[in-house]
């Protein structure tokens, strides 16, 4: 007769390798976790846990929680639920000896992180800490010295622990805890401990989708030894996040306005799933990825930052600092499922068409002075349907010290879909405007440039016949709003449709 497990030696496969909440066989903890203890224990000091996804963040808190409080365990608030958000602006000195742990805090708005960066500094600099809350702050790598820049005198006051991607002895440990509790062993753990980067998520979560694949879902009666195929496992984990991840993901990439040419996000979210860790400075990007510098530049300043307030799905999964051009994945499912994703299928999906070159403007604007009302306009319109467009002023200060012609010369040739030229008598006599057509006339046979003739000069190397836009203009800007929309943005917007 077979014996079966006790009862205190059994354990079902999901309360082993945990992907939802603390693990209770298989936590382990990070190097600094007594000090992390220690601090979150001390009665009001605010405290500051950073690192990035998928390091066990706000799982070690949860775990120090536990221990410190283990009847009635302090709630974590976190901006991704709106409900949570007025319990946050509401956090105040006379909130009494409360507990605040809110996790995502580089998600709030700077209004508030400098008030509780502020409160924090209040409090840590009181001798008695009586009546007076208690901050514990959760956020990504630098959340620590971006509040200590919002707030200088706080560095001292405070403490800030990092916690960091495990070693691999520590992810190592994971599998060896889990594995013992099954009574199994799984084959090849190191691939495990090299494709999870460190990742206590992603551990957990490719143990759990080994053993499901190998029919054990709970502690074994005799050991099992657990063979895999990588590449079954990783479709198994995609397959298995698809249905949460495929629709935000491609909302992101389509854009504000979908174009079968408007690729950039696309090409943005596929560099970064081609990177080692989810949060990437995009000005290093572009700086490393020429392939893709364009499409990067072409929306990091503005486009991703309206993207992401105007798309609140693409916003739960997707973060974006436009000042400091910090973008992260801060989901480590996500950023599995995008690494182990197949990107050519997903182009097809979005509807994109495959291109070689990668531009930084989608519309080119060359105009003489005298018409930059109205160039300003079209610029403000176009760019309202997701139209990145070299408008002169926008970019004066990304220039400063060097030589416009050399800038204008290579945005008029080189990095712009399409140029759109605004064509008077006054582009034709002056300096600059003669210029950029120079620059641009080899690629009117190419149906490159769009000329917008404002009045009927005549302008060499544009052929008499070429499908221009007509628009008498007369000056009278303010009335004549409704009829640049419908002759000229929204024929240019058609234009870039049908590339």
Known sequence: ?????????????????????????????PPNYTAILVDIRRKGKPVIIEGQSGTGKTTTVKKALAEIFPDDQPRILTPREPSNIPIIEGIAQDSGDAIFVIDDFHRLNDAIKEKLANLAKMIAERDNRDGLPKLVIIGINNVGSDLIQMVPDIAKRVGIHRVAPGTPEEIARVISLGSERLRISIADPERIIRESRGDYWLTQQ???????????????????????????????????????????????????RFRPSNDPYFKLLRAVS????????????????????????????????????E????????????????????DPALFFYLRNLNWDELRQ????????????????????GENRELAKFIEEQLRELDISVFYDRNYED?????????????????????????????????????????CFRPR????????????????????????????????????????????IVLRVAAKLDAL
């Open 206 to 256: 490719l143990c759990k989708t080994i053993c499901i694949a190998n029919g054990i879902d709970r502690t074994q009666e005799a050991h099992r030894e657990l063979k895999w195929e990588p590449a079954a496992i990783h479709d198994a984990v995609v397959q298995n996040l698809q249905h949460n991840y495929d629709p935000p993901v491609r909302e992101f990439c389509r854009g504000r």
């Open 1 to 29: 007769m077979t014996a079966h497990p006790k009862d205190n030696d059994y354990s079902n496969l999901e309360d082993v390798f945990v992907t939802e909440g603390v693990p209770l066989y298989t936590f382990v903890s």
């Open 398 to 438: 990304n220039y400063l010290g060097g030589p416009w012609s050399k800038h204008f010369a290579d945005i008029f040739v080189n990095r712009s879909r399409l140029v759109v030229a605004l064509l008077d008598r006054h582009h034709h006599d002056k300096v600059w405007p003669t210029f950029e057509r120079d």
């Open 444 to 487: 009117v046979a190419d149906a490159e440039v769009i000329p917008v003739h404002l009045d009927d000069t005549i302008f060499a190397g544009v052929p008499s016949d070429l499908v221009s836009i007509h628009f008498q203009f007369d000056g009278e800007f303010s009335k004549n709003q409704d009829r640049i929309i419908d002759d």
């Open 349 to 368: 999906r979005c509807g994109f068409r495959e291109s070689d070159k990668d531009y930084e403007f989608d519309i080119a604007l060359s105009f003489a």
């Open 274 to 309: 081609e990177e080692d860790r989810s949060n990437i400075d995009l000005n290093e990007l572009a700086n490393s990825r020429p392939d893709i510098k364009g499409s990067v530049n072409n929306i990091k300043d503005r486009r991703l930052s309206v993207l992401l307030s």
């Open 311 to 330: 798309k609140e799905q693409c916003a739960r999964l997707f973060y974006y600092d436009a000042n400091t051009k910090n973008f992260a994945l801060e």
